[in-house]
Every structure is written in structure tokens, then in C-alpha cells.
């Protein structure tokens, strides 16, 4: 039994701060805060302050990544937002405390530093369930877009977490005794099942890429000769994505005949049909057949209001418009857009295009499938120039080349600590975007945000903070570590991770025990 004399040992109480981040880091930001501050305490309790410093500034791996944060204190002088940018400071402080505090302490133990990882494990898993519950409508909660499974942070970041836990799992799994690689295993084909049931396409790329990076390294840095087995797993590795690609694209762009050449011109009650033969969605498409032939109209309203408490008019629950959606729902049937159309939809149908589904075969397909169908419509949407508000794949392409019209023009020293969203909307004015005002956003990407924000010297610091440890340490040759990289470029590419309270936190605390604290007696040979 331990005492109190060892309970309030610093480095007792550092352990207990980094349990309760990894336990806040998928189901609350309180207790990520927590654990902060307990970790910062603990600092305070080991004494010696100036050996500490000393310690500190000697380790060059973590002076490296406290630059971040005194990037942004350099962009104080010049930002013309200082309110955006105090509050910028106060998110972005993580960057200099973990480096500043984590790097002073002796590395964990074995036992310890897998228990901060089971721990986390276990958090995601208990995340998981709570989303499940909420999407099969227990406790009177009802999710219309799957999007909306990770409670507590953003979906794409629920996602990475996890892809991180999974790789941290399977560099444990060959240790452990038979009972606990059970239990190993069922977590990580729950996790596996979880992001592929509800399309959690990032996250489910990002483990493939690491998996073909580090099978690459095997093989290049390992075997004389490639084994025949890690070969075959490499090649599968790229042909099920890209061939599962290949064939929804193909599927996608399909015509079906005759329904692509006929033209009808009344309905059966006597109103005359729409056909676009010249405009931007002459050549839209739904499974197959032309959205916008054999439309009429008026009865499309008519008969929608009388089957529907959402009216013609209005937004479906995914927050699009309803006649957009019925259109495209018919039209994928094979339907002719009238009373007729709509007449032979099921009771189960109308509520799906209540909750935004706007292809039958969403009703019934793998998430995955559908949506990569979606990130097709919305790319050949864009490229027919049509419109492309609330499309998210193609809306990160718009704000890259906005971020990357703004870095022009700032290319120097960038606008500032609390500038980036004013200069955003400046540009939204001056190029009269598309977008409307709630997706007027910023750059979703980490490496243009930093450009945007301190210029072409910011941005070499951050690429320098980034991959000096890597280099310097040679993290790379670490299973989890290497793993965790994959994941955290891949953040930095699709989101601006760094910009929010658990985006920073992910990114530090990982990094942190992954580099600093790692345990000397782990084999980084797997």
C-alpha cells in the first residue's frame, strides 16, 4: 500500500496528469485540462528550478517544439486582433508547458507507459459506445449525419485518436499473455469495425498509410530480401483502396439508357416537363440517370408537401434543401421527377430524405461506399461549376487556394497572431467566393495556417520543429512513434489541428511521452 509520503511524490502525481489527458483526450476537455494542470504541479513539487532550466534549454528536441508557441508571442507585435490573439495564446500555451515539463522528468516505466495507452484505449472504446447510443436513438437522442458519432471532439480527430490507439495496441499485442492479446484484439477489431461502419474515411486511410510506410521500411531496411508475405501485404495494402476507388468512380459516372435520352413533355395530370439541355447541371447524374429531365415542378411540391411535415421549401435535418435532395433521391430510382415519382416512395424513403439522404443506396450500402460516392458527386460537382456550399472535401480545396492567395500576399512575416480569420474574410470579399457566410472558414491546413500567420520564416520553423526530433532522436525507428507521425501530418494536411484546445493537446501530450518519456527498456525493433 502505497503512502502519502509516495503518493505526492512529482513524479506519482505527473502519472496521475497523464492519465486523466489520456482519459479527457476522446471524452472531455475538462479533464484534459486537469490533468494539465496536475502535471504542471508536479513540475513545480521536483524543486531545483535552475538545474531545471538548465536541463531544459539543454534539450535541444524540446526547445525545438516550444518555438511554436513563441512564434505566436513574436506575432503579438504585429496583429491588429489582439482579442483573437490572447485567446490564440491561451489555447496554443500546451506547445511550451508539456515540452517545457515532460522533458525535466525521467522516461516512465514499461507498465506505465503501456497503462497510459490502455487507459486511452479504453477511453475511445467507452466514446465509441456512448455515440452508439446515440445513433441507434436510445435515450430519446437521434443522429441524423454519422458524422455526428464522436460526442465530445470533431469526428476526423475521434478518428486519428484512434488510429493511434490501434497502432499503439498492436506494438503491445506481442508481449502481453494469451488472456490479455485477447482482449487486445477485440479492442482493435471493435475500433477497425467502428470507423469502417460509420465511414470514418480518414482515419481509415491514414492507418493504411502508415501500414504501407512501415511494411516499406521493413523492406528497404530489414530484409536482404523482401519476404514474399510482407510483399503480398503491401500490394493489398494499395490495391483494395484504389481499386475500391476505381470502382466507385466507374459506377459513379455510368449512363443508363434509355432514361438518358428520353424526354417526356406532360405529366400524366397535364403539366409540361423541365429539361436543362444547356446549363451547369445538364450533365448532373444519380446513379446513373440525368437529375435534371423529366422534372415537373409544380406537382414535385404539391405532392411532397402532402407525404411530408418538412416542407418543399425547407431544409432537410443534414441542413441542405429538401427539393434538392428529393431530386436527387428520385433520380437515382429511376424516377421522373412528378405526383407520380413521389407517389412511389415508401414510408421508409420519405424519411430518408427527411434526414438528407439523397441516393437510395444509402439506405443500404457500407458507410464506407457511401462516402466515397459523396466525395465523387462533390468533386464532379465543382468541376461542372456547380454549387459547392456545405460540400466538404471540395470546400478544404477552396479554402487552400484562398489560404494560399492570402500567403501571397503576406509572404514575409504573415498577418499576425489573431489576424488569419480577418484576412480569410477579406479575401471571401475581394474574390466574391461562392461560399456562403457560415462556410467562409479558414485554411484547414496546419502548414498554410502557419505560412498565412508568420510568413515564410514561421513556416520553416514549424517544418523544423516538426521533424528535427524525428531526425535527431531517430523516432522513426519507433513502432508507435512513427505511427503517430503518419497520423499527426495527416491531421496537419486536412485540419488546422493546432488550432483548438484538443487539437493542440492530441498533438503535445503524444508527442510528449512518445519522445520524452518513452520507456528505455521498450523494443523499438518490431
Known amino acids: 500500500m502505497l503512502s502519502q509520503k509516495n503518493i505526492l511524490k512529482p513524479e506519482n502525481i505527473l502519472y496521475l496528469g497523464l492519465i486523466l489527458v489520456a482519459i479527457g483526450l476522446p471524452l472531455s ?178 492507418l493504411f498509410i502508415f501500414l504501407g510506410i512501415y511494411l516499406l521500411k521493413k523492406i528497404f531496411t530489414k530484409y536482404k530480401t523482401p519476404q514474399w508475405k510482407t510483399l503480398l501485404i503491401l500490394f493489398l495494402l494499395l490495391a483494395i483502396p484504389f481499386g475500391f476507388m476505381y470502382i466507385t468512380i466507374t459506377d459513379y459516372h455510368k449512363i443508363n439508357m434509355p432514361k438518358h435520352t428520353t424526354l417526356l413533355t406532360r405529366t400524366k395530370g397535364g403539366e409540361a416537363y423541365y429539361q436543362d439541355l444547356t446549363g451547369h447541371h445538364k450533365n448532373a447524374i444519380e446513379n446513373g440517370y440525368l437529375i435534371y429531365r423529366n422534372i415537373a415542378w409544380k406537382e414535385l411540391e404539391e405532392s411532397w408537401n402532402n407525404r411530408s411535415q418538412i416542407k418543399y421549401n425547407e431544409l432537410d435535418l443534414s441542413n441542405q434543401q429538401i427539393k434538392n435532395t428529393l431530386l436527387r433521391f428520385l433520380t437515382s430510382k429511376g424516377l421522373n421527377k412528378d405526383a407520380e415519382g413521389v407517389a412511389s416512395l415508401s414510408n421508409g424513403e420519405i424519411k430518408a430524405i427527411e434526414n438528407g439522404m439523397a441516393n437510395v443506396n444509402y439506405m443500404h450500402q ?8 459523396q466525395i465523387v458527386w462533390e468533386i464532379d460537382n465543382y468541376l461542372h461549376s456547380r454549387d459547392y456550399n456545405g460540400h466538404s472535401i471540395v470546400m478544404r480545396w477552396i479554402y487552400w487556394k484562398t489560404g494560399f492567395k492570402i500567403v501571397k500576399e503576406n509572404f514575409l512575416l504573415g498577418v499576425g497572431t489573431g489576424d488569419v480569420q480577418n484576412e480569410f474574410q477579406k479575401m471571401y470579399e475581394k474574390e466574391n467566393s461562392i461560399l456562403k457566410p457560415e462556410f467562409r472558414l479558414r485554411a484547414h491546413n496546419q502548414f498554410i495556417t502557419f505560412a498565412i500567420t508568420f510568413g515564410v520564416f514561421g513556416i520553416l520553423v514549424f517544418i523544423a520543429a516538426l521533424f528535427y526530433p524525428l531526425y535527431k532522436l531517430k523516432l522513426y525507428n519507433r513502432f508507435i512513434y512513427l505511427g503517430f507521425f503518419v497520423v499527426v501530418v495527416a491531421s496537419f494536411i486536412t485540419e488546422d489541428t493546432l488550432e483548438s484546445q484538443a487539437g493542440v493537446t492530441f498533438y503535445i501530450f503524444m508527442h510528449s511521452i512518445l519522445c520524452w518519456l518513452y520507456p528505455a527498456e521498450l523494443d523499438d525493433d518490431f
Open 29 to 206: 476537455k475538462f479533464l484534459m485540462s486537469v490533468g494539465q494542470m496536475i502535471i504542471f504541479l508536479s513540475w513545480i513539487l521536483l524543486g531545483n528550478y535552475k538545474q531545471l532550466l538548465i536541463n531544459y534549454f539543454n534539450n535541444t528536441t524540446a526547445v525545438a517544439v516550444s518555438l511554436l508557441f513563441l512564434l505566436h508571442l513574436v506575432g503579438l507585435l504585429y496583429t491588429s486582433d489582439f482579442k483573437y490573439a490572447i485567446n490564440d495564446i491561451r489555447v496554443k500555451m500546451p506547445l511550451f508547458l508539456l515540452p517545457f515539463v515532460l522533458s525535466s522528468f525521467r522516461p516512465l516505466t514499461k507498465n506505465q507507459f503501456k497503462w497510459i495507452f490502455y487507459i486511452l484505449s479504453l477511453s475511445v472504446i467507452l466514446s465509441t459506445l456512448i455515440g452508439l447510443t446515440r445513433y441507434l436513438g436510445l435515450f430519446g437522442y437521434e443522429i441524423i449525419d454519422k458524422r455526428e458519432i464522436s460526442v465530445f471532439i470533431s469526428h476526423i480527430r475521434f478518428g486519428l485518436i484512434m488510429v493511434v490507439t490501434i497502432i499503439a495496441l498492436i506494438y503491445f499485442y506481442k508481449t502481453e499473455n494469451r488472456i490479455f492479446k485477447i482482449f487486445i484484439a477485440i479492442a482493435i477489431f471493435w475500433m477497425c469495425f467502428f470507423m469502417l461502419s460509420m465511414g470514418f474515411i480518414t482515419g481509415l486511410s491514414v
Open 366 to 373: 457500407s458507410a464506407i461506399k457511401t462516402r466515397l460516392h
